[in-house]
């Protein structure tokens, strides 16, 4: 299968630039998403396709890929986005397209 | 504004089907994958299965002998079971619409898939 594979931590301080990245084989032909997802609660998509994001996401949030690899950034990091980010794609291999995640990251703004 | 409503046994013993519906209210039911994902405490996201709206399926290869996933279109619901749990599959289930656009190299389009709306999530125990 092909896999995604997150940093398990980053940590920010509050009003910088961080970038959480996600790496796969797949990633050279799928664009990531990326779920921000708090304690107890479901996930909640941020960005989506080639830097997309839902309506009500800020943004400070963005998107961006090269090569096999997919990035978040949050310019401006605030306290309020201190919480675990998945990435997701297909995977490629043997034509399966099955759904992947990322192991996630937990951010941490300090 | 699309909600999904999920619901199901919370505890189970081993052995037991796991048996979880998901309904859709406010938006279309065609033209999407309405996928089940879950989550172990303390761990990440797994991806369980997809339907779409006729009733094609994808499964995780790793759980695909005990999986069902099934779409009742008069209701605009979907239904997943899981045989045989044990207590490894502990976890919050989660309910969820899923998009796709696939890959164009003709078009120099790359592919994307994403979930934009989930269910409140149900934790499942698995004990004896």
């Known amino acids: 299968s092909s896999e995604l594979t997150q940093d398990p931590a980053v940590s920010v301080s509050l009003g910088q630039t961080v970038r959480i990245t996600c790496q796969g084989d797949?990633?050279?032909?799928?664009?990531a998403s990326w779920y921000q997802q708090k304690p107890g609660q479901a996930p909640v998509l941020v960005v989506f396709?080639?830097?997309n994001r839902p309506s009500g996401i800020p943004d400070r949030f963005s998107g961006s890929s090269s090569g096999n690899t997919a990035s978040l950034t949050i310019t401006g990091a605030q306290a309020e986005d201190e919480a675990d980010y998945y990435c997701?794609?297909?995977?490629?291999?043997?034509?399966?397209?099955?759904?992947?995640f990322g192991g996630g990251t937990k951010l941490t703004v300090l | 504004q699309v909600q999904l409503q999920q619901w199901g046994a919370g505890l189970l013993k081993p052995s037991e089907t796991l048996s979880l519906t998901c309904a859709v209210y406010g938006g279309s039911f065609s033209g999407y994958y309405w996928s089940w994902i879950r989550q172990p405490p303390g761990k990440g996201l797994e991806w369980i299965g997809e339907?779409?709206?006729?009733?094609?399926?994808k499964y995780n290869p790793s759980l695909k002998s005990r999986v069902t996933i099934s779409v009742d279109t008069s209701k605009n619901q979907f239904s997943l079971k899981l045989s045989s749990v044990t207590a490894a599959d502990t976890a919050v289930y989660y309910c969820?619409?899923?998009?796709?656009?696939?890959?164009?190299?003709?078009?120099?389009?790359?592919?994307?898939?994403?979930?934009?709306?989930w269910g409140q999530g149900t934790l499942v125990t698995v004990s004896s």
């Open positions: 396709g080639k830097n």
């Open positions: 797949s990633l050279r032909s799928y664009d």
């Open positions: 997701n794609s297909r995977d490629i291999s043997g034509n399966l397209l099955d759904v992947v």
């Open positions: 339907i779409n709206h006729s009733g094609s399926t």
């Open positions: 969820a619409r899923g998009d796709w656009v696939v890959p164009a190299a003709l078009f120099r389009r790359r592919g994307v898939t994403w979930f934009d709306s």
